[in-house]
C-alpha cells in the first residue's frame, strides 16, 4: 500500500499515484527524482506513459536531463491551447528546456514548425524565461513570444504557461508574483506540431542544463481560477516536499 499524503491543498498518494485537484483537460502529470523508473510515468487519470530518451540524471527531488539529447518525450500532440505548469531549477546560470517540440514536423504533415518552446536563456548575471508558440496563417508561421528577465541561479521556480488560440499567450511565475502576457497579433491558430517534450526538443543538439522537479500538461487554456487552485496544490506539493518556493 501506498502513503496518502494530506496536507493544506494537497493530497497525494505515495507510490502508487496522485489526485489533482484541477483535472479539466489534464493529459500530463509527473514529479520527478527518487528513482530512475518514475521518470517515465504519467500520473494523469488514464493517462499513458511517456518515453524516456538516453540517461537522464536522477536526484532525489527532481532530474537533470543531460547531456543534450537525453529528454523526455510526453507522446502527447501539442493542441490548439494548452496549459502547462512546471517547477524548475537552475543550479547555474543555463539554458533549460521546460516545453518544446521544436523543428518537429507539423502535423499537417507539411515541413517542420519552431511549435512550442518554454525555455530559459542564460545571461551574464541572470536568465530571461522565454515562452514562444508559433501561428499560422495561410503558409506563413509567424513565432509568437513573451519573457520574463531577471530569474537566478539555485533558486525554484513554479511557472504556468497557458496558450489560447486565436486570443492570448501569457505565463506566470506563481511564486515571484510575475507575469507577461501577449493579446497583440494572437488572432490566427497555433501551427500545430509534434509530441511535446521534456528536457529537450527535435533538435537533439540543444542544451539543458537544470533541475525539472514536476511537470503537468492540459490540452485547455485553464482559466485564471483553475491556474490558481492547481498552483496552490503544486505550492502545497512542494512544500511537503521540503522544496522551498
Not at 511517456?50 to 540524471?57: D, E, I, K, Q, Y
Not at 530571461?128 to 513565432?143: P, R
Request: proline share 3%.
Amino acid at each position: 500500500m501506498g502513503t496518502r499524503i494530506i496536507t493544506n491543498d494537497f493530497v497525494g498518494d505515495s507510490g502508487l499515484g496522485f489526485d489533482p485537484l484541477v483535472r479539466r483537460g489534464l493529459q500530463y502529470l509527473n514529479f520527478f527524482g527518487g528513482t530512475a523508473d518514475k521518470t517515465g510515468r504519467n500520473l494523469a487519470p488514464g493517462g499513458a506513459a511517456a518515453t524516456v530518451l538516453g540517461s537522464p540524471v536522477v536526484q532525489e527531488n527532481g532530474v537533470q536531463f543531460t547531456p543534450a539529447g537525453t529528454l523526455l518525450d510526453t507522446g502527447i500532440l501539442q493542441s490548439l491551447d494548452f496549459t502547462f505548469f512546471t517547477i524548475f531549477n537552475c543550479p547555474t546560470l543555463s539554458q533549460i528546456l521546460l516545453l518544446s517540440n521544436f523543428n518537429g514536423p507539423r502535423q499537417s504533415g507539411s515541413g517542420t514548425t519552431q511549435g512550442v518552446t518554454l525555455r530559459t536563456q542564460a545571461g551574464s548575471t541572470n536568465m530571461t524565461l522565454n515562452f514562444a508558440v508559433n501561428t499560422i496563417n495561410g503558409s506563413t508561421s509567424t513565432q509568437q513570444s513573451v519573457a520574463l528577465s531577471g530569474l537566478l541561479a539555485n533558486t525554484n521556480y513554479l511557472v504556468c504557461a497557458r496558450f489560447k488560440s486565436g486570443q492570448k499567450m501569457d505565463f506566470k511565475i506563481i511564486n515571484k508574483a510575475l507575469s507577461a502576457e501577449k493579446t497583440s497579433g494572437m488572432s490566427d491558430p497555433a501551427d500545430l506540431g509534434a509530441k511535446l517534450r521534456i528536457g529537450g526538443s527535435y533538435q537533439t543538439d540543444l542544451t539543458n542544463a537544470g533541475i525539472h522537479r514536476m511537470s503537468a500538461l492540459h490540452n485547455v487554456a485553464l482559466t485564471d481560477d483553475e491556474i490558481t487552485k492547481a498552483g496552490a496544490q503544486w505550492t502545497a506539493w512542494a512544500n511537503a516536499l521540503g522544496v522551498p518556493l
